[in-house]
């Protein structure tokens, strides 16, 4: 399983754009990249998925480079509702596979 | 609301004892998965079923078992519970391969365990 690292915690205010980066290096062919959000005593929420480039949703964008060693998960305007934890996984995209959580980045959002 | 329906949603017990967690995955989904989430460990996998069988295993500790049932509905066994115990724990579950799942999971609201 391709290990992750990404910051332990960022800090952000209202209405700013956060860029959360993650590094992946040992990525492998067939894996894909996906981000989720968790609220405190909540479970994990998906939030965007890719492979490469970029993909856009009504909630986050993904960028990923062409050599795809890291993805950057950017979330416009956020808000105050938008402090969380954001864990970037790197797996197969199949129904077979098991996704390891790491540490994941707090981001803290203010006034 | 992801679909997965976990009970019970809190749960104190002694140490010694044993408890079961429920989990009803999403309609149709054939991969259930178990996490345990504490303070100082983060989220952690702890077993996989497919379809009913086991299909990968995490930290999950021998006092601890789970099964799938053939209505795809899965449980948590946890027995000679200690202190450590205390935790969140997730069930998730996803769809398999051949219903043209990913690996996207959809978490349940979680269990809170107390072992006092």
């Known amino acids: 399983l391709a290990k992750t690292t990404q910051p332990i915690s960022m800090d952000s205010y209202e209405g700013q754009e956060v860029n959360i980066t993650c590094s992946h290096n040992n990525i492998a062919t067939n894996d894909y990249i996906t981000w989720y959000q968790q609220f405190p005593s909540q479970g994990p929420r998906f939030i965007i998925q890719?492979?490469?480039t970029k993909v856009t949703n009504e909630v986050a964008s993904l960028f990923i480079p062409a050599d795809r060693k890291s993805s950057t998960l950017s979330l416009p305007r956020v808000s105050l509702s938008d402090t969380a934890v954001y864990y970037c996984l790197v797996g197969v995209n199949s129904g077979y596979s098991t996704l390891t959580f790491g540490k994941g980045t707090m981001l803290l959002v203010s006034p | 609301d992801s679909g997965v329906t976990q009970t019970p949603k809190h749960l104190i017990t002694a140490t010694g004892q044993r408890v079961t967690l429920r989990c009803s995955p999403r309609s149709g989904d054939l991969s259930v998965y178990w996490y345990q989430q504490s303070l100082d460990q983060g989220l952690q996998f702890l077993i996989q079923?497919?379809?009913?069988?086991?299909?990968a295993k995490g930290n999950i500790l021998e006092r601890f078992s789970a099964q799938q049932f053939p209505d795809l509905h899965s449980e948590l066994n946890l027995s000679s519970l200690e202190l450590g115990d205390s935790a969140l724990y997730f069930c998730?579950?996803?769809?398999?391969?051949?219903?043209?799942?990913?690996?996207?999971?959809?978490f349940g609201e979680g269990s809170w365990l107390t072992v006092v």
């Open positions: 998730a579950s996803s769809a398999g391969p051949e219903q043209g799942g990913g690996n996207t999971i959809y």
């Open positions: 079923y497919y379809n009913g069988e086991e299909r």
């Open positions: 890719g492979y490469k």
